[in-house]
């Protein structure tokens, strides 16, 4: 089956500018998850989709990000505007619904950003 | 909130030495998983653990769930070169949201 889509694969912006990163899920997979990954670290949630509606955004820093899940496939992750602190590594995830959700969670190659 | 703590943060392999790392959490997790993460890739899924002082193999790989549910240790039996690479462990409770360790490092001695 194909993996998570991720793109683009590389973003460089400058600080203050915005950018939008796009997941396409395997195809099935109900549940959506968005992670930042700062270098030398492991990654943290920002949010959490089950099909279009939001089940955790707690760690969503909302007065910059924001992310949607039109039609509960596709998902778009935007940063407006951005800080150099941003500068991460964007994984999306996806899983099917319990019980296999574990070894259906599968992350896309991600989507370096490097905020100059 | 929780929090993983993930040790050694690095450490250099000889091929076919065993390495051992090992996460301990302030916070019980129902579910323990290890993670590889090469560079440029998502981490990907090496061991899940599901029951208190479960032990669970993967080829040379054998991980174990605490007593207490608040540690995991992974286990990597004589290293390969493509063993080289970044492992998490990941706690897990209700709702479906991972919590990441920082990592450990693996990179082969010269």
């Known amino acids: 089956e194909a993996g998570v889509a991720q793109s683009p694969r590389y973003k460089i912006i400058e600080k203050r500018q915005s950018v939008a990163f796009w997941c396409n899920p395997i195809s099935g997979h109900a549940t959506l998850y968005w992670y930042q990954q700062i270098l030398g670290q492991g990654p943290k949630l920002l949010i959490q989709?089950?099909?279009?509606?939001?089940?955790?955004d707690s760690q969503l820093p909302k007065d910059r990000f924001s992310a949607e899940r039109l039609k509960g496939v596709d998902s778009t992750l935007k940063i407006q505007p951005a800080k150099l602190e941003d500068s991460a590594v964007y994984l999306c995830a996806s899983s099917p619904p319990p019980p296999g959700q574990h070894y259906g969670y599968t992350f896309g190659s991600g989507t370096r950003l490097t905020v100059v | 909130g929780q929090q993983l703590n993930q040790s050694p943060q690095s450490m250099f392999i000889q091929e076919g030495e065993d390495v051992s790392m090992n996460c301990t959490s302030s916070?019980?997790?129902?579910?323990w998983l290890w993670y590889k993460q090469d560079p440029g890739e998502g981490p990907v899924l090496l061991i899940a653990?599901?029951?208190?002082?479960e032990l669970t193999s993967n080829g040379r790989l054998t991980a174990q769930f605490g007593i207490t549910r608040k540690d995991s240790f992974l286990n990597i039996s004589a290293s390969i070169p493509s063993d080289v690479g970044i492992y998490f462990c990941?706690?897990?409770?209700?709702?479906?949201?991972?919590?990441f360790g920082g990592g450990t490092r693996l990179m082969v001695k010269p």
């Open positions: 990941a706690g897990h409770n209700a709702g479906n949201m991972l919590t």
């Open positions: 989709f089950q099909n279009n509606g939001v089940v955790d």
């Open positions: 653990l599901y029951k208190a002082g």
């Open positions: 916070s019980i997790f129902n579910t």
